[in-house]
């Protein structure tokens, strides 16, 4: 994304042709794309001709909006989203939509990880995330209601980025639940993120001395991930950055079954009409349903309070460490494409609605895994600021 930044117009527009023809050459065996046809922008700004993916649960009109699900195999939109007119406004080339579970949801998508094609990308923003990690464009548009940008990104061996709940409009955006859904971004590294982030108009932060944050005990993750999350905090700590231990780990996962609930009501009610029209061709949606319509309205509201009182212990610990490190997922990608893998790392941070960031942890030539970095509401530039400096330490 930087040196897109810094090309020329007639770089760019070279580049666009490069990447339709990786993708050309790629996508046969990836399967990151629903459509690919390129939409010429609506304006000119730092964004122009660079291009872009967006998964298909987001409007744009004239492409293939189907949601991930056979049941809408051959919807076109007829409008854009506000996060496409904005990106298109900016001047910035969009390429085509990428694969998505259904529904955004579980029913997963036919891509394969670029890592190792015998393994899923992780969803529900699959296609995003496979997309950049292939080389296929500078960045992509993505969403997470629990883990969908966070964990695809770890699994890829890229950066995903969510900011604040509420601060990007999710208006053309198919919802699951309003209380969490929240656009994200891929990017390869966390400097290309910073740098789409301040073309975008928001500031992005310098170098900031402070204490980090981590969970002492671990949370409950595979080997592979608590080996590479430690020796990681090593490193860090070896280069001279504090982190202190948090006791963290329990409230987290609880904050991860609150998400899940919330998710669940939610998403039961809002999908209600399709599955009283589709039944059980909603697959894995249609369960959601089934079980979210059990949940009675004194549990959700148990949970949003919960929700509530957490921000505020929350807020507090961001005060002594105001950015948190954790695993980015459980482990490395599953193998096969049976399952995009467990959100329960990044679901409590979408539930308290703070910015949280995945950014590449070095793990030789093994499955990509990703540290996860998080920090109070609005503090996008101080996040972002910090995830560019300990990559460079990696």
Known sequence: ????????????????????NRIRSLDPSIQAWVQVLPQKPTGQGKLSGIPFG?????????????YGSPIYKG??????????????????????????????????APTRNPRNLEHTPGGSSSGSAAAVAAGMVPFTIGEQTRGSVLRPASFCGVTGFKPTFGLLSMEGVLPLSRSLDTLGFFTHTPSDMAA???????????????EFGAPEPMPDVE?????????????????????????????????ADTNLTIMLYEGARFHKPRYDEYGDRLADLADLVRQGLRISVERYDEALRYVDAGRAKFAERFKGTPVILTPAAVGPAPAGLASTGDPRMNAPWTALGTPAISIPMPVGNELPLGLQMTA????????????????RIF
């Open 54 to 66: 967006v998964k298909d649960i987001v409007e744009t009109r004239g492409l293939a909006t189907e």
């Open 75 to 108: 919807r076109v939109g007829t409008v854009d989203a506000a996060i496409i007119k904005d990106m298109r406004k900016r001047g910035a080339i969009l390429l085509g939509k990428t694969q998505t579970t259904a529904f955004a949801y579980q029913t997963p």
């Open 376 to 391: 109070e509401r609005g503090q996008e530039a101080r996040l972002l600021g910090a995830a560019v400096r300990l990559h």
């Open 196 to 210: 789409l982030w301040e073309s975008l108009g928001h500031s992005t932060g310098g170098s900031e001395d402070f």
């Open 223 to 255: 080997p592979a991930m608590a080996a590479a999350f430690r020796s990681s905090l090593s490193r860090l700590r070896n280069a001279g950055v504090s982190i202190r231990p948090l006791d963290i780990a329990a409230t987290l996962a609880s904050l």
């Open 1 to 20: 994304m930087t040196e897109w930044l810094k090309a020329s117009a007639k770089e760019r527009s070279l580049g666009v042709q490069s990447c339709l």
